[in-house]
């Protein structure tokens, strides 16, 4: 049997796009995974949210370098 994951959305951030066929999101949230830190998190989820779709986690610092970096006006 699989291992569960255990997560809980702190805090909703935005939606940042939608697939109108399936109704699941891309969002920007910060997630807690297994009662572990609470990161910035991008992935997708299904409209129930009673699981999570693929998507990548990051830190404190790696959210500050990535707000950073789109803000800096790159052509």
């Given at each position: 049997?699989?291992?569960?994951?255990?997560?809980?959305?702190?805090?909703?951030?935005?939606?940042?796009?939608?697939?109108?066929?399936?109704?699941?999101?891309?969002e920007?949230?910060?997630?807690?995974?297994?009662?572990?830190?609470?990161?910035?998190d991008?992935?997708?989820?299904?409209?129930?949210?009673?699981?999570?779709?693929?998507?990548?986690?990051?830190?404190?610092?790696?959210?500050?370098?990535?707000?950073?970096?789109?803000?800096?006006?790159?052509?």
């Amino acid at each position: 049997m699989a291992n569960e994951i255990k997560f809980e959305i702190i805090e909703h951030i935005g939606v940042l796009s939608t697939n109108e066929r399936t109704g699941w999101t891309t969002e920007l949230n910060v997630v807690s995974v297994n009662d572990g830190e609470a990161k910035y998190d991008i992935r997708d989820w299904p409209p129930n949210k009673e699981k999570m779709g693929k998507g990548f986690r990051l830190s404190s610092e790696q959210f500050l370098s990535l707000k950073e970096l789109l803000g800096g006006g790159h052509e």
